[in-house]
């Protein structure tokens, strides 16, 4: 899953970012309206953790152009206004939920969570297929009952990929939801990520199977659905 943090403050945004990532998010920033309207412009998110008071604009705008388009991504009011008058108009101008500083990162982790659980959002409680099984909330993977390390981007390729179970997800979606703006990608990153994640997922016992579809992208498919001669 990707993230847009839109926070002036750079010490601020780096901290928030770094933690997210921890948590298994693809995390981009940007500090000002501008550079808001371009990335949202330019790539779908999943939730949005929005400052309103940024040097060239109110955030408050640039929700409110989210919002006249029609756009219901989620998103997370994170700022200094602590007034209740501040809280009803960010709630009221279209954010999903209003966040003061300083906060905690356990508590926003927890909000962000929520605003993704809820009808229509990306965020279901447990995946399952076959005998393997994610958490999306604790970002936990079992096999047969038992816990399975994932490293983050692979998890992100897992996630993607039992999301859609059965479905082809194609390269620019995985990647999307791997990698972040900035981020230095090998041409066969990809490959390489899904590559060990088959691997892994062997090893443990994990009866499914990760397809490549040539030129497309990749589908899992549980073994008994697998058909003869797959890669």
Do not use: C, W
Not at 39 to 62: E, K, T
Not at 148 to 175: F, K, M, W
Not at 186 to 198: G, I, T, W, Y
């Amino acid at each position: 899953m990707r993230l847009l943090i839109v926070e002036d403050e750079e010490e601020l945004a780096e901290l928030m970012k770094a933690n997210l990532r921890r948590g298994g998010f693809a995390v981009d920033t940007v500090g000002d309206a501008e550079g808001a309207r371009a990335a949202l412009a330019a790539q779908r998110y999943d939730a949005v953790l929005l400052d309103l008071g940024l040097p060239d604009d109110d955030g408050l705008d640039v929700l409110a152009e989210l919002r006249a388009r029609r756009d219901g991504t989620p998103v997370i009011a994170v700022t200094a206004r602590d007034g209740v008058a501040d809280r009803v108009r960010g709630l009221n101008g279209g954010a999903d939920d209003y966040l003061t500083k300083p906060f905690a990162h356990e508590e926003l982790l927890a909000r962000i969570h929520a605003v993704l659980r809820r009808p229509g959002g990306v965020m279901g409680l447990r995946l399952e297929l076959a005998n393997l099984a994610f958490d999306s909330t604790s970002r936990d993977v079992t096999v047969d009952g038992a816990a399975l390390t994932v490293p983050r981007r692979e998890l992100a390729v897992l996630e993607a990929l039992l999301r859609r179970s059965g479905r082809v997800v194609v390269r620019d979606a995985l990647e999307s939801a791997v990698y972040a703006f900035g981020d230095e990608v090998e041409s066969n990153a990809l490959e390489a990520h899904v590559s060990r994640l088959r691997r892994r997922l062997g090893d443990a016992g994990a009866r499914v199977s990760v397809h490549t579809v040539r030129g497309v992208g990749y589908l899992l498919r549980a073994e008994e659905d697998k058909p003869g001669g797959g890669d």
